[in-house]
């Protein structure tokens, strides 16, 4: 009996030294994970590449259109220990609403614990009017920009925003850039300031230009729409969400590529099309977004009205069609009757007969800028290699690491009185 207390008791011994080393070695994994976690600093991000796209507007109506109007295409990454979606949005020229959309069900704090790669959503339809000047698309949150055409390809740049609060919904409506500014001054408008006070206790009436606290960013273009205007952020991850106080903002590497290319007198109009329809290569998609004012009840009608405006019904599955309406995942989906190579997609570029996407070197950096970081590994869809940067600057050069905000401030920033910026 006492030989079996004692073996017992030696065995219960050792169980416990087990468990304390098991929990040592879990403590110096861990410790090491987090130590080759990527860090993300600003210079991740400059500059960026400016990307154009050529296309085609739509002409005769009817499946013989030779209209062109979905670019890009969608990639596929597999995310590194440390990427979050804030990092991940942003780098790849996404707001943080596109990644959430297109990724259901991956946790956007820590994709690199889950074994299956990140969907890339750099493919758009483009959305239906004029297709010339700043067109920003309210339900989708991106900017359009149309340059002048000089008689060749229509050509298009894009780039995605964050938007106006529920209660302080963005506009719709026609505008023209009137004036444009660099490091402009904030003259905080009454009505702000009052909620300021209420929210934080603050009770300036302007920051001034360069402050870190101005919201405006480095640039802003105001608007002949009183109140309102394109600039840039002090929150980059605020860009993909609802958090201004009406105006569009930009990430401030997008807003300085976009600044110079914008003339005074340049026309624009916010738009709410949470669907669009286009053709690529005679095949139909149609791009749905979440209704994020609560606008448009009755999507899948309103989607089918659209396709026969277009005159594409005719040659649209049905069934493709109210999946996509369902799934809201605002990237482009083929909805045409029979199969696609592309597995639902708009087929890339890169697999067409003809180059559709011009790459346009970008405005002259800051004499401190340093060298463009390119990714340097990492998978993506379709064969084309590209990740996250693992390069970093020069050893001279002082590198700012990423805030990357908290659940808990993210979660505020969605509700009333939270945000300061116009």
């Not at 346009?360 to 340097?376: F, H, I, K, N």
């Not at 990357?404 to 009333?416: K, M, N």
Request: hydrophobic share 35%; with cysteine; charged share 25%.
């Amino acid at each position: 009996m006492v030989r079996v207390q004692l073996g017992q008791t030696r065995s219960s011994s050792a169980r416990k030294h087990a468990a304390i080393v098991a929990i040592c070695v879990a403590l110096v994994l861990a410790a090491w994970r987090d130590a080759v976690a990527r860090k993300w600093v600003e210079e991740d991000f400059w500059p960026r590449e400016v990307k154009t796209y050529t296309f085609v507007p739509p002409g005769k109506p009817g499946p013989q259109s030779n209209e062109d109007t979905v670019i890009g295409e969608v990639l596929e990454y597999r995310p590194d220990k440390g990427d979050t979606f804030f990092d991940l949005a942003r780098y790849f020229g996404l707001g943080y609403n596109e990644l959430v959309d297109a990724n259901p069900g991956v946790d956007e704090w820590i994709p690199g614990h889950f074994d299956k790669p990140v969907i890339v959503p750099q493919e758009f339809v483009l959305p239906n009017g004029t297709y010339e000047g700043i067109v920003v698309n309210v339900p989708e949150m991106r900017l359009y920009y149309y340059p002048p055409s000089k008689g060749g390809a229509r050509t298009v740049v894009t780039f995605p925003v964050g938007l106006g609060r529920e209660e302080w919904k963005t506009p719709t409506g026609k505008f023209s850039v009137r004036e444009k500014t660099v490091n402009p001054t904030w003259n905080i408008p009454e009505s702000i300031r009052k909620e300021r006070i209420a929210d934080k206790g603050f009770s300036e009436t302007m920051i001034p230009g360069g402050d870190p606290r101005n919201p405006l960013g480095k640039y802003r273009m105001r608007l002949t729409l009183d109140l309102y205007g394109i600039h840039g952020t002090n929150i980059p991850w605020g860009v993909g969400m609802l958090v201004s106080h009406g105006c569009v903002r930009l990430y401030p590497e997008d807003i300085e590529q976009l600044y110079p290319m914008v003339p005074l007198g340049m026309t624009g109009v916010f738009v709410y099309q949470p669907i669009k329809v286009g053709m690529r290569d005679g095949r139909v998609f149609v791009e749905v977004h979440k209704d994020l004012y609560g606008m448009k009840p009755g999507m899948y009608r309103e989607t089918r009205s659209m396709l026969e405006q277009h005159g594409f019904m005719s040659i649209v599955d049905e069934e493709k069609l109210r999946a996509a309406v369902l799934a809201q995942t605002g990237m482009p989906v083929d909805v045409t009757r029979g199969s696609s190579s592309s597995d639902g997609y708009a087929p890339a570029p890169s697999m067409r007969p003809a180059a559709t996407e011009v790459h346009e070197a970008a405005p002259p950096a800051p004499d401190d800028a340093g060298e463009p970081l390119r990714p340097a590994s990492g998978t993506v869809g379709r064969g084309v290699t590209a990740s996250a940067p693992a390069a970093r600057p020069s050893a001279d050069r002082m590198t700012t690491e990423v805030l990357v905000p908290s659940r808990a401030t993210v979660d505020a920033a969605r509700q009333p009185l939270s945000s300061d910026a116009r």
